[in-house]
């Protein structure tokens, strides 16, 4: 059963311009919410993340939104670059004791155009 | 390079057979966690063992099964393989497994004929 909903299947950018893709879950035991990304061929690997306690986190170019009322959550790209251009997955988990989950969001594919 | 190494990279093999992938955490790391990804299903938690001890099952067929060693490496066995187990493997690896950043492995591509 999906419990992470992610938003667009794929996102076409202009060089420079603002990538935002979109997850909601529905579980709200979840405790940690990061967002991977992965190259053709290669291992997903951590970008960033953030615990619901906080509306916002930013790292660089990359910025979560987290809206714990509405249960959603998003992942922004300021100044999108074309090495930016690979596949992002949301994630809900819970990580604290009790029963340990990790949904993953069904992916987003980024092309940055030059 | 994140330091997990998996073992085969790639596997082709018939149905109804059964397989050992093999994972090395990054050394240090006591938790290791093995997902499924495939294009239909996308990336799917199987199984996270943390220092020798299953703490947590996702979506893992009983035909599947796991086991992590003293010296913390993993394996992954998956018998009487069906056609619609041709996915990537992933094994990832964290400190301790809270919120400690997950080190994914390069994956095992299996393909079942």
């Known amino acids: 059963q999906q419990q992470v909903k992610q938003s667009p299947q794929s996102l076409i950018v202009q060089k420079g311009g603002i990538s935002i893709i979109n997850c909601a879950y529905e579980n709200t035991a979840f405790d940690y919410f990061p967002w991977y990304q992965q190259f053709p061929g290669k291992g997903p690997a951590l970008l960033i993340a953030i615990r619901p306690d906080v509306s916002e986190k930013k790292e660089g170019r990359f910025t979560i939104s987290f809206n714990k009322s509405a249960k959603q959550f998003s992942l922004h790209i300021m100044d999108s670059q074309p090495g930016d251009s690979a596949t992002y997955f949301c994630?809900?988990?819970?990580?604290?004791?009790?029963?340990?989950?990790?949904?993953f969001g069904t992916g987003t594919r980024l092309k940055v155009l030059a | 390079d994140s330091g997990v190494t998996q073992t085969p990279k790639h596997l082709i093999t018939a149905t109804g057979q059964r397989v050992t992938l093999r994972c090395s955490p990054r050394s240090g790391d006591l938790s290791v966690y093995w997902y499924q990804q495939s294009l239909d299903q996308g990336l799917q938690f199987l199984i996270h063992?943390?220092?020798?001890?299953?703490?947590a099952k996702g979506n893992i067929l009983e035909r599947f099964s796991a086991q992590q060693f003293p010296d913390l490496h993993s394996e992954l066995n998956l018998s009487s393989l069906e056609l619609g187990d041709s996915a990537l493997y992933f094994c990832?690896?964290?400190?301790?497994?809270?919120?400690?950043?997950?080190?994914f492995g390069p994956g095992t591509r299996l393909t079942v004929l």
């Open positions: 063992y943390y220092n020798g001890e299953e703490r």
């Open positions: 990832a690896s964290s400190v301790s497994g809270s919120t400690d950043t997950q080190y």
């Open positions: 994630a809900a988990q819970r990580v604290t004791s009790g029963t340990y989950k990790y949904i």
